[in-house]
């Protein structure tokens, strides 16, 4: 297991390397920093001085990869590769275009991204699934069909749809709960059940027909007609039988998703006012501040490749028959 | 090989497709004439022209091959994935006519020798909705009103100062007196109504005239097999969803002249015009995505599946590093560097139109990027099987080159999972375009569509009154559009996909 966990982390690394390269690629090899210097200080009345100044101000009046006027070891050092694109390994994000520390912006604002994402994807989880074994306890009845037809009818509703029209019935409607806003500690809730309600929602109908899927696909198999054959209850079939073995590709899709609650939602977070990792990115797009858009870049992979790992392991948990070596 | 492709082109069959390619690309070159005008062709117009093409050339090819085009029965006889494409038809229709660009002759400058071309450049859309489109309002106003949203200053006769709700400009201009509103807006309802019941009888009469020459048999027999059913194709449904859009539509239409049906936006344009604008910018999103992703998908899948060894290795490696960055960030540090691309080389673009047209583009090559991944590791899976199968082995032994068996044998047997991602793709990727516009990373703000214009709609639910129609209008396409879609996809998903066939 350990030399197996070390392989997979050993084999990562050419993956972040590859998300490095190309993220260096896009913003340094595309467009010069000059580009990107006359894009924020405004294309058109700009003078040489005021792009060498916003340059050098965050560091990017170096070369790209091999500085030539600098001794030993710093030729390599002291460019532009090594200090934006190199030092994203040791998690240093540095700083931002507007001079913030990224690291530490990362370090306060992933709480309350994973006070909303953890909710959602836990309570969502269960919400789906027991839709889901709902609809699949009514095979084949008018239950099922509508219920599918519901499904079908919400995946085809935008998300942004389901946060308006939320914040406007719950919020201006109603008046049952601020709009927006955020607080820390504990009184975060009454800010928080909004969105989560409505994160929840707007995934039921592909979340739910995804695992109905899955759950039609155990029932046909032998050990439930077995079960079925031994006259235990359809209810004890169901949960005893079909949900276990069904877990095994439901974690596939969701084990992997766990590391990257810490990101948050772009969509939620800057809607609903929540100063997590989601809006953090939203702004850094509006303002065009590519320092952190490349930071989130990587961390995103990071907690995807991680998110991977934890789903092999997880496959030993619950499946028996999956050994890792 | 040559030879071979040579031998099967030569055969009326195949002569009678070039020949319709032909006639349909003359005309597209040919059509300007008609109008006195000179053709624009925007990159995404020539992109949607070579993926028509394709189709037909697809469909041709499927329909001599009776093993693919088996499943296509099963499609065929789905009442509800019928019904489906024929709202899709609908939207397809709109969408082709509003990619069909041309600049009308300037006729103010008639005495020049030279035939001048106005700078606006219109689509057959256009042209069509020119009577809604030309009347702009000041700002909002709810649909059929004649009255505008805002208040104004008038002076009466006396000199006193006063506000009120001004009369729209073109809205029920007709009316001798307000109060034959009500009535005036039942009564060409009712005329919109009777247009849309006389074109849709005549499309069912139509459509019983052929049935009844393909089969020889008596209309009451067609009518009484088309209402049960048992006719090859589930033509009743088929006919009765047309007839709906179509008196739907022609009310629409209809009441669109004295009208603004749907309301008018912040600046006073027509939602209902803009609404029909979103269908290309919609459609586009989600088929030239596909297709810009398909050609590599299929060409690194199929060759990481068949090759093995180094170059598995190799394309496993560019789509897992491509597959571990979240879509979203992808889409997002992409688009943010080709905006500042594009800002600092505005010199490459004539126009406007020009420039919003490569960003979009763009944005179809980098959500490309992020569906991508997964067909291709699909495709690479099912690759692995075939190339160990007998018929594999057998041409392999025979000689054949790799090349040849990847072409005649491979490719053509994974086709139904490139159909079954590539329709799954298109309704999540219309959706997208949405969510991306709120983001600030979609389509350019110049070019109409669905989401830019939910993301201004959100603002006007804050306004009292609350301005609610264009985020209604720009909703209910959509849904429209991505339902149709999202039913359809699933029929063919459960004809395809041999795993769904026992379940159900």
């Given at each position: 297991?350990?030399?197996?966990?070390?392989?997979?982390i050993?084999?990562?690394?050419?993956?972040l390397?590859?998300?490095?390269?190309?993220?260096?690629?896009?913003?340094?090899?595309?467009?010069?920093?000059?580009d990107?210097?006359?894009?924020?200080?405004?294309?058109?009345?700009?003078?040489?001085?005021?792009?060498?100044?916003?340059?050098?101000?965050?560091?990017?009046?170096?070369?790209?990869?091999?500085?030539?006027?600098?001794?030993?070891?710093?030729?390599l050092?002291?460019t532009?590769?090594?200090?934006?694109?190199?030092?994203?390994?040791?998690?240093?994000?540095?700083?931002s275009?507007n001079?913030?520390?990224?690291?530490?912006?990362?370090?306060?604002?992933?709480?309350?991204?994973?006070?909303?994402?953890l909710?959602?994807?836990?309570?969502?989880?269960?919400?789906?699934?027991?839709?889901?074994?709902?609809?699949?306890?009514?095979?084949?009845?008018?239950?099922d069909?509508?219920?599918?037809?519901?499904?079908?009818?919400?995946?085809?509703?935008?998300?942004?749809?389901?946060?308006?029209?939320g914040q406007?019935?719950?919020?201006?409607?109603?008046l049952?709960?601020?709009?927006?806003?955020?607080?820390?500690?504990?009184?975060?809730?009454?800010?928080?059940?909004?969105?989560?309600?409505?994160?929840i929602?707007?995934?039921?109908?592909?979340?739910?027909?995804?695992?109905?899927?899955?759950?039609?696909?155990?029932?046909?198999?032998?050990?439930?007609?077995?079960?079925?054959?031994?006259?235990?209850?359809?209810?004890?079939?169901?949960?005893?039988?079909?949900?276990?073995?069904?877990?095994?590709?439901?974690?596939?899709?969701?084990?992997?998703?766990?590391?990257?609650?810490?990101?948050?939602?772009?969509l939620?977070?800057?809607?609903?006012?929540?100063?997590?990792?989601?809006?953090?990115?939203?702004?850094?797009?509006?303002s065009q501040?590519?320092?952190?858009?490349?930071?989130?870049?990587?961390?995103?992979?990071?907690l995807?490749?991680?998110?991977?790992?934890?789903?092999?392991?997880?496959?030993t948990?619950?499946?028996?028959?999956?050994?890792?070596n | 090989?040559?030879?071979?492709?040579?031998?099967?082109?030569?055969?009326?069959?195949?002569?009678?497709?070039?020949?319709?390619?032909?006639?349909?690309?003359?005309?597209?070159?040919?059509?300007?004439?008609?109008f006195?005008?000179?053709?624009?062709?925007?990159?995404?117009?020539?992109?949607?022209?070579?993926?028509?093409?394709?189709?037909?050339?697809f469909i041709?090819?499927?329909?001599?091959?009776?093993?693919?085009?088996?499943?296509?029965?099963?499609?065929?006889?789905?009442?509800?994935?019928?019904?489906?494409?024929?709202?899709?038809?609908?939207?397809?229709?709109?969408?082709?006519?509003?990619?069909?660009?041309?600049?009308?002759?300037?006729?103010?400058?008639?005495?020049?020798?030279?035939?001048?071309?106005?700078?606006?450049?219109?689509?057959?859309?256009?042209?069509?909705?020119?009577?809604?489109?030309?009347?702009?309002?000041?700002?909002?106003?709810?649909?059929?009103?004649i009255?505008?949203?805002?208040?104004?200053?008038?002076?009466?006769?006396?000199?006193?100062k006063?506000?009120?709700?001004?009369?729209?400009?073109?809205?029920?201009?007709?009316?001798?007196?307000?109060?034959?509103?009500?009535?005036?807006?039942?009564s060409?309802?009712?005329?919109?109504?009777?247009?849309?019941?006389?074109?849709?009888?005549?499309?069912?009469?139509i459509?019983?005239?052929?049935?009844?020459?393909?089969?020889?048999?008596s209309?009451?027999?067609?009518?009484?097999?088309?209402?049960?059913?048992?006719?090859?194709?589930?033509?009743?449904?088929?006919?009765?969803?047309?007839?709906?859009?179509?008196?739907?539509?022609?009310?629409?239409?209809?009441?669109?002249a004295?009208?603004?049906?749907?309301g008018?936006?912040?600046?006073?344009?027509?939602?209902?015009?803009?609404t029909?604008?979103s269908?290309?910018?919609?459609?586009?999103?989600?088929?030239?995505?596909?297709l810009?992703?398909l050609?590599?998908?299929?060409?690194l899948?199929?060759?990481?599946?068949?090759?093995?060894?180094?170059?598995?290795?190799v394309?496993?490696?560019?789509?897992?590093?491509?597959?571990?960055?979240?879509?979203?960030?992808?889409?997002?540090?992409?688009?943010?560097?080709?905006?500042?691309?594009?800002?600092?080389?505005?010199?490459?673009?004539?126009?406007?139109?020009e420039?919003?047209?490569?960003?979009?583009?763009?944005?179809c090559?980098?959500?490309?990027?992020?569906?991508?991944?997964?067909?291709?590791?699909?495709l690479?899976?099912?690759?692995?099987?075939?190339?160990?199968?007998?018929?594999?082995?057998?041409?392999?032994?025979?000689?054949?080159?790799?090349?040849?068996?990847?072409?005649?044998?491979?490719?053509?047997n994974?086709?139904?999972?490139?159909?079954?991602?590539?329709?799954?793709?298109?309704?999540?990727?219309?959706?997208?375009?949405?969510?991306?516009?709120?983001?600030?990373?979609?389509?350019?703000?110049?070019?109409?569509?669905?989401?830019?214009?939910?993301?201004?709609?959100?603002?006007?639910?804050?306004?009292?009154?609350?301005?609610?129609?264009?985020?209604?209008?720009?909703?209910?396409?959509?849904?429209?559009?991505?339902?149709?879609?999202?039913?359809f996809?699933?029929?063919?998903?459960?004809?395809?996909?041999?795993r769904?066939q026992?379940?159900?």
């Amino acid at each position: 297991m350990f030399a197996y966990i070390s392989r997979r982390i050993l084999y990562a690394i050419p993956i972040l390397i590859g998300v490095n390269l190309l993220t260096f690629a896009l913003y340094f090899l595309v467009n010069s920093p000059d580009d990107m210097a006359r894009m924020h200080l405004g294309a058109k009345y700009v003078t040489q001085q005021g792009v060498d100044k916003w340059k050098s101000e965050r560091g990017y009046d170096k070369p790209l990869f091999y500085n030539d006027s600098q001794n030993s070891y710093k030729k390599l050092t002291d460019t532009i590769f090594y200090n934006k694109s190199v030092k994203l390994f040791v998690l240093d994000f540095g700083n931002s275009d507007n001079g913030r520390n990224i690291g530490g912006d990362i370090g306060q604002r992933m709480w309350p991204s994973l006070a909303y994402a953890l909710p959602v994807f836990v309570l969502g989880m269960i919400v789906y699934i027991s839709f889901a074994l709902l609809l699949v306890f009514f095979k084949a009845t008018y239950v099922d069909l509508w219920g599918v037809v519901l499904c079908v009818v919400m995946m085809s509703i935008s998300g942004i749809i389901y946060i308006i029209a939320g914040q406007y019935l719950v919020g201006k409607v109603l008046l049952l709960v601020p709009i927006s806003g955020y607080e820390p500690g504990l009184t975060a809730y009454k800010f928080l059940i909004l969105p989560v309600v409505i994160g929840i929602i707007s995934g039921l109908g592909s979340s739910s027909r995804w695992y109905r899927s899955i759950f039609l696909e155990e029932i046909n198999r032998d050990y439930v007609r077995t079960a079925r054959a031994k006259g235990l209850s359809e209810i004890r079939v169901l949960f005893a039988h079909v949900l276990k073995n069904a877990m095994i590709p439901i974690l596939t899709g969701a084990v992997v998703a766990i590391p990257l609650l810490f990101m948050g939602s772009l969509l939620m977070e800057s809607f609903f006012g929540i100063p997590g990792l989601g809006s953090y990115t939203i702004d850094a797009i509006r303002s065009q501040d590519f320092a952190i858009v490349r930071a989130m870049v990587f961390l995103g992979s990071i907690l995807y490749i991680l998110g991977l790992v934890l789903t092999d392991i997880s496959y030993t948990l619950v499946d028996p028959r999956v050994r890792l070596n | 090989m040559a030879n071979d492709l040579l031998k099967v082109l030569t055969q009326p069959y195949w002569i009678k497709v070039f020949v319709i390619l032909v006639a349909l690309s003359s005309l597209y070159a040919g059509y300007p004439l008609i109008f006195d005008s000179k053709a624009e062709y925007l990159t995404t117009d020539l992109l949607i022209y070579f993926l028509v093409c394709c189709l037909i050339v697809f469909i041709s090819y499927i329909r001599q091959q009776p093993h693919l085009s088996g499943p296509w029965k099963n499609v065929f006889k789905n009442k509800i994935a019928m019904s489906s494409a024929v709202v899709l038809c609908f939207f397809i229709i709109v969408g082709l006519m509003d990619s069909v660009h041309f600049r009308k002759a300037d006729i103010s400058n008639s005495n020049l020798t030279e035939t001048h071309y106005s700078t606006n450049m219109l689509s057959l859309l256009d042209v069509s909705l020119d009577y809604i489109s030309r009347n702009s309002e000041k700002t909002y106003s709810a649909p059929f009103a004649i009255f505008s949203y805002a208040k104004e200053n008038f002076t009466n006769d006396e000199g006193v100062k006063y506000r009120a709700y001004p009369r729209l400009k073109h809205a029920g201009v007709h009316l001798a007196s307000e109060d034959d509103y009500l009535s005036d807006v039942i009564s060409k309802s009712i005329s919109g109504l009777g247009i849309g019941v006389v074109i849709s009888m005549a499309l069912i009469g139509i459509t019983l005239v052929l049935l009844k020459r393909s089969r020889a048999s008596s209309y009451l027999a067609i009518i009484a097999a088309l209402i049960k059913n048992k006719l090859d194709l589930p033509w009743g449904i088929m006919l009765l969803t047309s007839a709906i859009i179509i008196i739907f539509s022609s009310c629409l239409f209809y009441a669109s002249a004295f009208y603004h049906v749907m309301g008018t936006d912040k600046v006073g344009q027509d939602v209902f015009y803009l609404t029909l604008k979103s269908i290309r910018t919609g459609l586009v999103i989600g088929t030239l995505t596909t297709l810009i992703m398909l050609p590599f998908a299929i060409a690194l899948g199929v060759m990481a599946g068949y090759y093995k060894g180094l170059v598995d290795d190799v394309i496993q490696y560019i789509y897992t590093t491509l597959n571990s960055i979240p879509g979203i960030l992808l889409i997002v540090a992409v688009m943010l560097s080709i905006d500042v691309y594009i800002e600092n080389h505005s010199a490459f673009f004539e126009t406007a139109i020009e420039r919003a047209d490569i960003k979009l583009l763009a944005l179809c090559g980098v959500l490309g990027i992020t569906s991508w991944t997964g067909l291709c590791r699909l495709l690479r899976g099912e690759v692995f099987k075939l190339r160990e199968l007998e018929y594999i082995q057998a041409a392999r032994s025979l000689g054949v080159s790799d090349t040849k068996i990847i072409i005649s044998h491979i490719v053509p047997n994974v086709m139904h999972i490139v159909l079954i991602v590539v329709v799954l793709d298109f309704s999540g990727l219309v959706l997208a375009e949405a969510v991306l516009a709120y983001i600030g990373v979609g389509v350019d703000s110049s070019i109409i569509s669905w989401g830019n214009m939910i993301n201004s709609a959100r603002l006007e639910l804050a306004r009292e009154p609350v301005v609610w129609w264009s985020l209604i209008s720009a909703f209910s396409f959509m849904f429209a559009l991505v339902l149709a879609a999202n039913l359809f996809s699933d029929a063919i998903r459960d004809a395809f996909d041999p795993r769904m066939q026992g379940i159900k």
